[in-house]
């Protein structure tokens, strides 16, 4: 089988000329390779949840129309997930000058350099292959990004040599050139100073750069892709207004709007560290995964947080990362064959996951005991919602009558599977059950019994059905 990472063969200019290699720009390989894929009915940007229908069309349009685009969205949204991805429509390989800095395609040299280099070895000059992944740059901006670090400055070294300042190869190009032929992006675009958001106009509009008082005519050949929060962009900081209008695109994220696109979220992107084997990694029934994603839905809805804010989708993916770790933890005590999280599990979300909450009436001395209750509330809010959806209709008078002569059941975040289900003997309907919250038959074990069983018992009640009563990790259900 061909390595996927093995360079095409030509290895001097004369050799690719021979193969038919031809040059094209970024965007016209971005855009063939956008709708090859579209004509065979392949996944454009795979592993982007929810925007299939809104943000995907909006970007594939902007990519077609050869537009650099900024995302506009919270945070979380996934807008520097799917500026990754753009990186999957470049060429695989692409040919390259060996040793240029600029990334400069053989058959379209754009440095002095570059011309030199041609002029001196002719078609044995040397080619070199860059595969996709090593064309994309990426800058957080922040408050201390300099024009240097962007675009490039003199090297008081090169002079030092002898060069003088006009000579274009005294400069140490910064972030963006060292990008050409590829994707640049500019993360949370709106914090980066004013003054420094001037430098890149050249860069979006004329394809050139200006370094100290003097201009590198150097036709850059990239797509810029800039993301900026929504309030941001507006008030804490701004795009200055000759810089947004050479962006061909604006598009707007969002949170998945369908609690399935949650869940799917939420298993794509959480317990990716866990190891391969059944044994590494910790089940989470499917009617855990959908708590945690109607939870995170009522966090975002609930009047107490602040909107501007947003919750970001890292608030899930780490609250069902944290239960995973609870469900591993009690079966490294407890002995048990394969973790499998149980509701006993949730409640280690809430303090896990406050701080990547912002309540809107926080001020300067938030109420910490106030919040968790809120989050409690909505845990408990988004618990009962899924055992109403996942258990209508279903027939639990026979595991409620366990508790009509004084009987209780004590769960606990180390309490074993097989010591939870001792405790209620023969369970009538217990294949139904697990059943319907998805458990094929033939694949049922004790601890998925268990977890569904105590599901049951907290969906109990939450629809007061049961009693409970908690007291520090014991959970004692009764009539």
């Known amino acids: 089988m061909t390595d996927p990472r093995t360079a095409p063969a030509p290895t001097t200019l004369g050799e690719l000329r021979d193969s038919g290699a031809v040059y094209r720009t970024v965007k016209a390989e971005l855009r063939a390779n956008l709708l090859a894929r579209l004509a065979a009915g392949e996944d454009t940007l795979p592993g982007i949840v929810g925007f299939e229908d809104t943000v995907v069309p909006e970007v594939e349009r902007a990519l077609i129309a050869g537009h650099d685009l900024v995302l506009l969205g919270e945070r979380g949204q996934g807008k520097t997930r799917l500026i990754r991805t753009l990186i999957g429509l470049l060429d695989e390989w692409t040919p390259v000058l060996l040793g240029s800095e600029l990334n400069e395609h053989p058959l379209h040299p754009v440095s002095v350099w570059a011309h030199r280099q041609l002029t001196e070895h002719g078609d044995a000059t040397p080619v070199g292959w860059l595969h996709r992944s090593d064309r994309f740059g990426e800058k957080l901006a922040t408050p201390d990004t300099s024009v240097g ?7 008081p070294i090169k002079v030092a040599e002898g060069r003088t300042l ?8 910064g972030l963006v050139p060292r990008t050409n032929r590829g994707i640049f992006s500019v993360n949370e675009l709106p914090d980066l ?15 050139d750069i200006q370094i100290r008082g ?6 850059l050949d990239l797509l810029l892709v800039a993301s900026a929060n929504p309030e941001d962009y507006t008030n804490r900081g701004r795009i200055i207004t000759p810089l947004k209008d050479r962006f061909g695109a604006e598009v707007r994220t969002h949170y998945p709007i369908e609690l399935a696109d949650e869940i799917r979220l ?6 990716v560290a866990w190891g391969t084997t059944q044994l590494d990694t910790p089940l989470i029934p499917e009617h855990l995964a959908e708590i945690v994603a109607r939870f995170a839905r009522l966090v975002r809805e609930s ?11 890292r608030f899930a993916i780490a609250g069902l990362e944290t239960i995973a770790a609870s469900a591993v933890r009690r079966a490294a005590i407890s002995g048990e064959t394969r973790p499998v999280a149980r509701v006993v599990d949730l409640p280690a979300i809430v303090p896990a996951s406050r701080g990547k909450v912002e309540f809107a009436d926080a001020g300067s001395d938030p109420d910490d005991e106030r919040e968790l209750e809120i989050l409690e509330h909505l845990l408990r809010q988004a618990t009962a919602q899924t055992f109403r959806a996942r258990c209508a209709g279903l027939d639990l008078t026979g595991l409620q009558e366990h508790f009509t002569g004084g009987d209780t059941v004590e769960s606990g975040e180390l309490v074993p ?3 939870l289900l001792g405790q209620l ?3 009538p309907r217990l294949a139904e059950l697990l059943g319907r919250l998805g458990v094929p038959e033939g694949e049922q074990s004790a601890e998925q019994a268990a977890a569904a069983v105590e599901f049951a018992l907290e969906g109990l009640y939450l629809t007061r059905r049961l009693a409970k009563d908690t007291d520090g990790t014991r959970t004692i259900y009764g009539a």
């Not at 670090?149 to 090297?155: E, F, K, M, S, T």
């Not at 004013?194 to 979006?204: F, G, K, S, W, Y």
């Open 193 to 207: 100073a004013e003054r420094i958001q001037v430098a890149l106009l050249n860069v979006l509009e004329e394809r």
């Open 417 to 419: 599977a097989a010591a």
């Open 214 to 219: 003097y201009r590198v005519r150097l036709p």
């Open 166 to 173: 006009g000579d274009p190869e005294t400069v140490h190009y």
């Open 425 to 427: 003997g023969t369970i």
């Open 266 to 271: 939420l298993h794509q992107e959480a317990l």
């Open 303 to 313: 009047s107490h947080v602040d909107q501007r804010s947003g919750v970001s989708a």
């Open 149 to 155: 670090d962007l675009i490039g400055d003199v090297d």
